[in-house]
């Protein structure tokens, strides 16, 4: 009787934490898991998840938080982002959002954070390129690109 006993505990253990990793890794693409405004203070949150671009207008004086998926536990890793003409700062990058449950091969958010000196139009990339790439050059085949188009006033 006993034995009978701890064994069912065993597969309720077991069932509730398959249930769990499923439920937290789908909650996580369900709500977006955006950082609060406490986390990203003064800056202005937009979601880059499952995109590939985005368009936004912003006043010269505005700072922005691009959030996406981050990608450490694969076989990709972000570059630096890449931007033209000087109206535009990076202001560093973080983790956010860490799956509460133990969910495999996620590894939460990274936020990108900007900030504008200049007015016009420019275009901010970021790359996801396969770790066993190079680095250093300008575009590969296999490079994924998530693109912000910025209209500074």
Known sequence: MIKTVK????FYAIG???VGCSTSSRSIEENNNLPS???IQGYKI?????KDSVSIEVD???KIAV?????TTTSYNYLEPRFSGSMVKFDGKNKCCMPKGVALGNSG??????SFIGEGKTTITIVARQKSESPTAK???NDKTFTINVDID
């Open 7 to 10: 064994l069912l505990g065993i």
């Open 16 to 18: 509730s934490f398959m």
């Open 37 to 39: 405004q406490n986390e």
């Open 46 to 50: 937009i979601s880059g998840l499952n």
């Open 60 to 62: 010269k004086d505005d």
């Open 67 to 71: 959030v996406l998926k981050d990608i």
């Open 109 to 114: 958010n990274v936020v990108y954070k900007f």
């Open 139 to 141: 575009s590969l085949e």
